[in-house]
Structures are given as structure tokens and as C-alpha cells.
């Protein structure tokens, strides 16, 4: 990568209350389901069009899922540290939410979170829960280190 910009790739937050393979049992019993009902011969005529209803949108949820825990179109779920800015985008769905060096009063970085106190009076809170393993921890701080003192904002490792 060059080094203007890096990305730390983050772990999908797993925030939902259904597990991922369980979300996938789901949509695979509802497939299984609209399967044997098309094959089973029963609600022939004007009641076969639901079937196909059914199963297309099961086809989509199970898709859904894929795509919303795995990094089927690459990392979706990062943190961008680039000389003028950070951004963190939280998943496939979701917009990117930049933050320029000249709105950062100052961050914080505590073992599991990062905050970003903004100049505007609010705060940013990240959970660091989502970033595994320990050189990418170890390659977040030295970015945000650099980040700190090319920008003159103050840094806490609390």
C-alpha cells in the first residue's frame, strides 16, 4: 500500500441477535421449504405464484447475509488513516463517515476504543473490539501516532 494512505480492516460488529450461521439455517430452511412445497405438487394454479415469491425473497435474504458478514466485494467494514483525514466505514450498507484533521481536537485511545474528540464540541466513539489481531492493533496506533504529529492534534493512550 502506499503510504498516504493505509486501511485497517475492521470485523463486521456482529451486533445482531441472531447468529450468522443461524441467519443462514433460516434462509436455508426457508429455501429448503419453498423447494418441497413447489415440488410436493400442492397449491397448483393460482397459489404456485406464491412459492416462487417465497423463494425469491428467501434467495435474497440468505444473500443478504453474505454479503452483510462476508468480504464477498472485499473489506468492507475498515478504518482509512490518510495524512488529511480519517474515515471509518461501518459495513457494505452503510456510508462512509469521514473526518477531516482540522475538525480533531484531539483522540483518545483506550485497549478497546477510539475516541475523536471534534473541535465542533461532539465526540466519536469507535469500538476496537473489530480490529483482531495484534499487529493490526500495533500498525493502528503507529498510524494514529503519525496522524497525531503531522496534524498537531493532541493523542491520550488511556
Known amino acids: 500500500m502506499p503510504s498516504s494512505f493505509t486501511r485497517i480492516r475492521l470485523t463486521p460488529a456482529n ?10 439455517a433460516i434462509g436455508g430452511f426457508w429455501i429448503a421449504y419453498a423447494l418441497f412445497s413447489m415440488a410436493s405438487g400442492r397449491g397448483r394454479g393460482d397459489n404456485n405464484f406464491f412459492h416462487y415469491v417465497f423463494l425469491t425473497f428467501a434467495i ?3 444473500l443478504y447475509v453474505l454479503i452483510q458478514n462476508a468480504p464477498v466485494f472485499g ?26 484533521a482540522r475538525d480533531i481536537q484531539s483522540i483518545d485511545v483506550a485497549p478497546r476504543e477510539l475516541r475523536l474528540h471534534l473541535k465542533e464540541g461532539g465526540s466519536y466513539n469507535l469500538s476496537l ?4 489481531g495484534q499487529r493490526r492493533k500495533r500498525e493502528l496506533r503507529l498510524l494514529l501516532d503519525e496522524f497525531a504529529q503531522r496534524n498537531q492534534i493532541g493523542l491520550r493512550q488511556l
Open 15 to 24: 451486533n445482531s441477535r441472531i447468529p450468522f450461521l443461524a441467519q443462514l
Open 60 to 62: 435474497i435474504y440468505v
Open 129 to 132: 473490539r473489530q480490529v483482531r
Open 75 to 100: 473489506t468492507q467494514t475498515y478504518l482509512e488513516i490518510t495524512p488529511d483525514y480519517i474515515v471509518h466505514k461501518g459495513g457494505l450498507f452503510k456510508p462512509k463517515e469521514p473526518f477531516q
